[in-house]
């Protein structure tokens, strides 16, 4: 039985998804096929980052000091559990009624059904009466309202204590990477990163109006660590691509520098994805859902100090440490090298194409006869 033959049709091509764009983007990044001037545009990385770095120092002069917790301010803090109408201008007005002369009144949401309200230190009269206040106004019984008073004695040795910590731990980062490194430039390099990270986190805080706790000290704090792991990856694969660069002479010391950071940028991104991921989640649950403020707090520092731990890597760190070894005389001597090896073989290039676009000239040939018969 004869059947016609049907042409075959082509299949029609797949577009690429994200994720085989992702990784065709980090195989060029990785293979120098696409490149950021992350060493090359360093000036103007590292003046932004001088510039942030001012305008985060001077944000708590802007904005009137920091919004500190109760912890290291001190005063009288009240609790109100089982609130049907958790306004917070009820509470206000309460406090407002019971002890006008109360100041740095601060009433907030921090869980479901949950006040809370931050004042200035409060005379036992006055205590009762705020207490009694915030009991009719919200329509709970006493039990419901719980007082307590938090020194600021407590909150300076807090503060001291975190002070003393953060000193030891950037002594022991310089020694620590000096020793692994083997050179102080990159201890010097990391240490501008995390003061980067420190500096800009806490003047953002300052800036926007956060409060800072002791839980958003100690996210200060795991933020350092974060940046200084994510700064040893890149400074790994530095000296990786720069070991026994002296002999080469087809790439320059800064080249090679900017290529280790590309090549890390993929992984650098990665990390910080995973990082804010669940740190997100637990300050949209934490602060949004639940209310739970000491979760606020330490997500809170976690995510904005996550994000710009990463740029204090790429931008800081990274940058800063090529600046400080471009001006030694051998990275100096070698590129200088490696330009003119580049700058040979593009004369000797031109040359070649030069003998090949002329044609050749004729050749005059005399022949001389030799007569071979012997007398």
Not at 131 to 150: H, M, N, P, R
Not at 167 to 175: A, G, H, T, Y
Not at 290 to 308: E, H, M, P, R, Y
Request: contains cysteine; glycine residues 10%; negative net charge.
């Amino acid at each position: 039985m004869w059947s016609p033959c049907l042409p075959q049709i082509p299949p029609l091509p797949r577009r690429p998804t994200v994720a085989n764009k992702l990784a065709q983007f980090g195989n060029e990044l990785h293979s120098g096929q696409r490149s950021f001037g992350f060493v090359p545009k360093r000036r103007l990385w590292l003046t932004i980052a001088l510039a942030l770095v001012v305008l985060a120092a001077l944000a708590p002069v802007m904005r009137g000091g920091f919004n500190l917790g109760i912890e290291f301010r001190g005063g009288s803090e009240f609790t109100v559990s089982q609130v049907a109408d958790t306004d917070i201008s009820i509470g206000q007005q309460a406090i407002a009624d019971a002890a006008p002369e109360a100041t740095d009144v601060r009433v907030t949401n921090i869980a479901a059904g949950t006040v809370r309200a931050q004042m200035s230190e409060l005379t036992d009269d006055e205590t009762l009466a705020v207490g009694q206040a915030l009991q009719s106004a919200y329509g709970v019984s006493a039990d419901q309202v719980t007082s307590s008073f938090v020194g600021p004695t407590w909150g300076a040795g807090v503060t001291q204590q975190a002070l003393v910590g953060l000193v030891w731990f950037i002594l022991l980062v310089m020694i620590g990477m000096a020793l692994y490194f083997r050179t102080w430039k990159m201890s010097v390099s990391a240490i501008a990163g995390l003061i980067f990270t420190i500096v800009t986190t806490v003047g953002l805080y300052a800036l926007i109006g956060f409060e800072i706790t002791p839980s958003a000290i100690i996210g200060f704090l795991t933020v350092l660590s974060y940046s200084l792991y994510d700064t040893v990856v890149v400074f790994d694969k530095i000296r990786e691509n720069t070991e026994g660069l002296e002999k080469r002479r087809d790439t320059t010391f800064a080249e090679q520098v900017n290529l280790a950071v590309n090549q890390t940028l993929v992984r650098s991104i990665n990390t910080s994805i995973v990082g804010i991921l669940p740190v997100g989640s637990i300050l949209f649950i934490g602060a949004l859902l639940l209310g739970a403020g000491t979760l606020k707090d330490l997500s809170l520092a976690l995510f904005v100090g996550i994000i710009i731990g990463t740029l204090g890597t790429l931008f800081v760190a990274a940058p800063a440490y090529a600046a400080l070894r471009l001006g030694e005389k051998g990275v100096r001597e070698h590129t200088e090298l490696v330009r003119r090896a580049r700058q040979g073989q593009a004369e000797e290039g031109e040359e070649r194409e030069d003998a090949v676009a002329q044609p050749a000239a004729p050749v005059m040939v005399t022949v001389h006869s030799v007569n071979l018969d012997s007398k």
